[in-house]
């Protein structure tokens, strides 16, 4: 049979996406830029920032406060426009979504948790109802799921609980179960740790990796926690908006975490030394690079003396 004018058109789109930078990737932003204008001032929050996340990973956005990473997070959840560059999530582009396909896309493609722990949850539901609603909101009930979620989540006990009866770590992995209610393809948290000591962080940390590895969506958090290295499999640092380092996390044969940090290298070939590295050594302007046969020197360029 034929190809249809739509499965030709698809096909088409596919092709043309797999050849673009990231392929099919779940996640694909490809110099991403999104200018702030205020009263006259510019502000470059996103500065052609690069990102590729595979289907099914759990990824955490690091960086200095104002360096980009909530304006990131308000692009992949459809809230914000970028002014340039490419946004992909799924093979849908967040740059020419109809306010339709928007709308359609914060309901049933992403879930989101706040940092605000009063903001995932409404107080005068139980914990029950809270994971129900969005099932109900979208015509898609499905009897004991919630109660499935809570479980999976640890939070079972919590079931007939209003918000205020639980802890704020419970209060977090009852959020989670509410994200992932209708079952989407990307979780955004932002900050769901912010409120939250350490130990209880680990807690909610261990739900994200579960609803990550049980029911196989993308997650990706934005931190200031410091031991978030530990808790996901890779975290992507980010500076002046632009994706600066990576850190990857192994565990090694005698059961070991290892996390090993790598500085971005984009298609040009730029990467951003650490600003430590930089000024241990007095680096500034310019380096000089020596090939070696297994790796890249950088040395501090030799200025010669002045003769005056
Ligand atoms: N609505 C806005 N209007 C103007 N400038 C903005 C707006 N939102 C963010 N910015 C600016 O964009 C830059 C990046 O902000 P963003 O909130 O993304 O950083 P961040 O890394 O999330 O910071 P934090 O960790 O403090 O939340 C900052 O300089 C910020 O002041």
Redesign the pocket.
Known sequence: MNPTLSELEARATDARNKAAFGGDAHIVCDNLV?I???EGVE????QGLDLVIDKGELVAIV????????????VLSGLDVPTAGVARVGGMDLLSMTPRDRLRYRRSVVGFIWQQTARNLLPYLNARENVELPMKLAGATRKGRAMELLELLGVASCATRKVSDMSGGEQQRVAIAVAIANSPQLVLA??PTGELDSETSEQVFAALRTANRELGVTVVI?T?DPLVSEQVDRTVG?RD?RTSSETLRRESAEGQIIAEEYAVLDRVGRLQLPRDFMSALNMERRVRLELESDHIGVWPSREEPSSD
């Open positions: 999104r702030y204008k205020t502000v470059v929050a996103l960086g200095a406060s104002g360096s980009g990473k909530s304006t990131l997070l308000n932002d900050e934005v200031h980010i908006g």
